[in-house]
């Protein structure tokens, strides 16, 4: 019976996501990525006919993604994406700094060598998008070079906890990404100088400032552009 049962639950696993769930994440990349934009009317037969599926798992998503904070659905109107407030991005980035601080520390306790060798190569890949101008590679490098350190600090609590805010701070974080890039990529140097050495407080210091820094540069960006509006 056992074995049986393992080989059903195998099975489970192996299988397909459901088509409203490969929606749900269709839409939702296309979100973060920026190419729906704040603001912007979302059609269900556009979205279907762009994604090769019905409208009835576009709609089943839209509610989903309305209840993840994603898309403001409004009577009478439709669905929209979500346009963040400053106060939603305070929040946020604010509770990212924190769980960042605790990470970058732990990471300089547990990184091995080949951990921060990796470290590097990681930097560079942002330095290279950087310098070619590359806004979606360089989000990407940014997400992969903070995912290595959570990683390092081998914390699953702590990884979770950052996943679960992951996607929102490179939703947040991608219209800024080339104008903070270079600042932002000179502080990833001193960080990995921090863990390269062990010094755990000297790695939560710059890592919590270099949060702190992202989120102040959001804000500007947002009163900027809330100043033209």
Do not use: C
Request: charged letters at 25%; zero cysteines.
């Amino acid at each position: 019976m056992r074995e049986a049962l393992t080989a059903a639950a195998t099975r489970r696993v192996a299988r397909p996501a459901p088509l409203r769930q490969a929606v749900y994440d269709a839409l939702t990349e296309l979100i973060v990525s920026g190419s729906l934009k704040p603001g912007q009317h979302l059609v269900e037969a556009e979205l279907a006919e762009h994604l090769g599926v019905s409208r009835q798992p576009v709609r089943e998503a839209l509610q989903r993604l309305q209840t993840a904070g994603w898309v403001d659905l409004r009577p009478a109107q439709g669905a929209f994406v979500h346009s963040p407030t400053e106060e939603e991005a305070a929040q946020l980035l604010g509770v990212r700094a924190v769980l960042e601080t605790y990470s970058a520390q732990l990471a300089a306790q547990n990184a091995k060598p080949e951990d921060v060798e990796r470290l590097w190569e990681l930097h560079q890949d942002g330095v290279d998008a950087l310098a070619e101008g590359d806004v979606e590679r360089l989000v990407a490098a940014n997400t992969a070079l903070h995912s290595f350190i959570t990683s390092v600090a081998a914390n699953d609590v702590l990884a979770e906890m950052l996943g679960q805010v992951g996607q929102k701070v490179r939703w947040y974080y991608t219209p800024i990404a080339k104008p903070r890039g270079k600042e932002a990529w000179n502080e990833h140097s001193q960080l990995i100088k921090a863990i390269a050495k062990g010094d755990a407080d000297r790695a939560g210091e710059v890592m919590r400032k270099h949060a702190e820094r992202t989120a102040d540069f959001y804000r500007r960006q947002f009163a900027a552009k809330a100043g033209r509006d």
